[in-house]
């Protein structure tokens, strides 16, 4: 099966060693899960307060996750877009969102997504293969906690944007 075999360049830069197998990379492919749970929570429990920004990043969490797992996972041709494309789509959201609720001085919404981010930011770096702290056969991959802790900052952003941003009808 074509989509199960290993493409030599995705994943290489993430520490955890490509094995062989249906996850090449089995942590990463794992924890990106994480983007999935938390864009089906800003989807589904947001309630009325829910707005065009929420729907945008709940989707583009789902997509993220979907993306990434793919990218880490079974590696199937088409996963380096579907990987990085989420990605920005989720980056531009994040910058609207900061944009409209900051205007309508709602900062302390964002400090602890933006401090939680921050922490993923560090895991992301600790987690690069050239880090000192890489350890390739680990359970424990820091590249795995960026995954936990960006989809948790999410959800903040998510619900930053929710009881401050722009209510549609």
Do not use: N
């Not at 099966?1 to 993430?14: F, K, N, P, R, Y």
């Not at 492919?29 to 990043?57: D, E, H, K, M, P």
């Not at 993306?67 to 199937?76: C, E, I, K, T, V």
């Amino acid at each position: 099966m074509q989509a199960l075999l290993i493409s030599a360049g995705l994943g290489h830069t993430d520490c955890e060693r490509a094995v062989d197998g249906a996850l090449a990379q089995p942590v990463l492919a794992l924890t990106s899960v994480a983007y999935v749970a938390a864009g089906i929570l800003v989807l589904f429990f947001q309630g009325r307060a829910r707005t065009w920004l929420t729907w945008a990043v709940g989707l583009a969490l789902v997509g993220v996750g979907v993306g990434s797992f793919a990218y880490h996972g079974p590696q199937p041709s088409w996963a380096g877009l579907a990987h990085d494309l989420p990605i920005a789509v989720l980056a531009a959201v994040w910058v609207a969102g900061l944009a409209i609720t900051w205007r309508r001085h709602v900062r302390s919404a964002w400090v602890a997504p933006l401090l939680i981010c921050a922490l993923g930011l560090a895991a992301y770096v600790a987690g690069r293969s050239g880090s000192s702290l890489c350890r390739p056969d680990s359970l424990w991959q820091y590249h795995g906690a960026w995954h936990i802790l960006s989809a948790a900052a999410a959800l903040g952003v998510a619900r930053a944007i929710t009881t401050q941003g722009p209510k549609t009808a």
